[in-house]
């Protein structure tokens, strides 16, 4: 049990690569937040982690949002009385396509899912760290922000500041044994594949595939295998990493 004892929060836990990591960490002992603005997923999450005999809360909220990422932590807080691991994973991209497509709208809404609900998340568990002694950051980033593909630019730019910022946090925060790290997946099997390929079509997986030198796309067990090794005891000398989980592909 990796993580027995501790208490995290996985955000965009309902489905993907959250769902994949809450489950993998109540499986190893966490007590879990699961939360996302899907209440059917993240409720659905929740309680098949405790039909697997595991601990596990549902929280709504939006993570573009300060006063509703305040109110998450704190019902983490009330269900369990303390917080180790925070997982910034919630995440949204705009469809591939040419740079000056894609809306104002749009953009504003990939930065403020991808990059401002990281600020918000560190104003809210931070201070929580500070008065326990520690604590553990991962945000999600994306092979992305190290080797952008065309016709994703807002994407990329904004899993670059992911990169940035993990970076910059855990350089301030390590003197108060708060590890950041994040996560570099390669394009995988989640909601949001058919915008990264411009359309789920064979002939789009199939170019995807040939550009990771293992042949694959990532899954969320492989991504949730990853932070688990960042957010248990066995990483606790690892901070501003940025972890590719991409079968080679930013080589």
Do not use: Q
């Given at each position: 049990m990796r993580l027995k004892d501790k208490v995290a929060v996985v955000t965009g836990g309902g489905s993907g690569f959250g769902e994949g990591i809450a489950r993998r960490f109540a499986a190893e002992g966490a007590r879990v937040t699961v939360n996302d603005i899907n209440e059917e997923g993240g409720k659905r999450v929740a309680a098949a982690i405790a039909e697997a005999g595991g601990r596990a809360i549902f929280v709504r909220a939006d993570v573009a949002k300060a006063a509703e990422v305040e109110t998450m932590a704190a019902k983490t807080l009330s269900a369990f009385g303390r917080l180790d691991v925070m997982v910034n994973n919630a995440g949204f991209t705009h469809r591939n396509q040419p740079m000056l497509?894609?809306?104002?709208?749009?953009?504003?809404?990939?930065?403020?899912?991808?990059?401002?609900?990281?600020?918000?998340a560190a104003r809210a568990v931070v201070p929580i760290f500070r008065r326990q002694g520690g604590g553990c950051i991962i945000n999600t980033a994306s092979t992305a922000g190290l080797r952008p593909r065309p016709g994703l630019t807002w994407y990329n730019a904004s899993k670059g500041a992911v990169i940035t910022m993990t970076k910059s946090m855990a350089v301030e925060l390590a003197p108060e044994k708060i590890r950041v790290n994040c996560l570099c997946p390669v394009a995988g099997e989640t909601a949001m594949l058919a915008d990264f390929m411009g359309g789920d079509t064979p002939e789009n997986r199939a170019r995807f595939r040939a550009s990771i030198p293992l042949g694959r796309l990532s899954t969320p067990a492989d991504i949730a295998s990853a932070a688990l090794w960042l957010a248990s005891d066995e990483a606790e000398f690892i901070t501003g990493v940025a972890l590719e989980i991409d079968g080679g592909r930013c080589v």
């Open positions: 497509d894609v809306s104002e709208e749009t953009f504003d809404k990939v930065f403020a899912i991808n990059v401002k609900s990281i600020y918000l």
